[in-house]
């Protein structure tokens, strides 16, 4: 579904951190949000989701205008860089739980359950507890539980900070391997220039609430528009 913000403007106090953003996601693209700490990456997924109230500014999935609808009438997965994954309950049941709120059938719960964790190759692990889990297996659960709702669009913030190096390389393709196999909108912030470069379709790169060049990987790197870009990136002029 495509993602359309619109002169996007959000404030802390007295204190703006969004000034005026205008963006397009494409339908089934997956968009990196790129930029230092601080530069207001996750202010913004917050208003994708609905977390966060816009303080001016329009949003619109699709032809929808969501601006003002609550995060829950989204339908926006979401998976944040601690997975806070349930510890009492089992992976099948961490992962049910969107749908047992939603009051789904018990043999639809089964069936979604067990397609997602097929998909998300953790189809073995559903009597597991997390914490009998790797990081990376938490992950899967998270991510598979983030979509099992099939979410029209999925947020990922910083989702492989808390990951090893070796778990963080196979865990960005896995990703973008499910983004690619569901075509499902994916916008993912990340502070890791590689980690954008190897895994969207397209990177918007922001700094101090601004967008400072959306273009593909190879473009962005090929012709960085400003010094920020081109230092960020770590290929100076
Ligand atoms: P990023 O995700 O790019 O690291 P954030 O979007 O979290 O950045 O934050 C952008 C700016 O907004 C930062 O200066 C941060 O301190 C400030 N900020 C974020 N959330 C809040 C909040 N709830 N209250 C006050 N300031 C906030
Ligand atoms: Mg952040």
Not at 42 to 71: K, P, Y
Not at 112 to 132: F, M
Not at 200 to 219: F, H, N, T, V, Y
Request: net charge neutral.
């Amino acid at each position: 579904m495509r993602i359309s913000i619109e002169n996007f403007t959000k404030a802390f106090g007295t204190t703006t951190v969004i000034k005026d953003m205008s963006l397009e996601i494409n339908s089934g693209e997956m968009l990196a949000l790129l930029g230092p700490s601080g530069c207001g990456k996750s202010t913004t997924l917050f208003a994708i989701c609905g977390i966060h109230r816009m303080n001016s500014g329009r949003l619109l999935f699709g032809e929808r205008d969501v601006t003002r609808i609550s995060s829950q009438q989204r339908n926006v997965g979401v998976v944040f860089q601690n997975y806070a994954l349930y510890p009492h309950m089992n992976v099948f049941d961490n992962i049910a739980f969107p749908l047992k709120v939603r009051r789904d059938t018990r043999a639809d719960i089964e069936r979604k359950v067990k397609d997602i964790a097929d998909l998300v190759h953790i189809g073995e692990l559903l009597h597991r507890k997390p914490a009998e889990l790797s990081g990376g297996q938490q992950q899967r659960v998270a991510l598979a539980r983030a979509l099992v709702r099939e979410p029209d669009i999925l947020l990922l913030d910083e989702p492989l900070a808390n990951l090893d190096a070796k778990l963080r390389l196979e865990m960005r393709s896995e990703i973008r391997r499910i983004q690619q196999q569901t075509g499902i909108t994916a916008v993912l912030v990340t502070h890791d220039q590689v980690e954008a470069m190897s895994m969207c379709d397209r990177i918007a790169i922001m700094d101090q609430g601004k967008i400072m060049q959306l273009s593909s990987p190879k473009e962005m790197y090929e012709d960085p528009s400003s010094d920020f870009v081109a230092g960020f990136l770590g290929n100076p002029p």
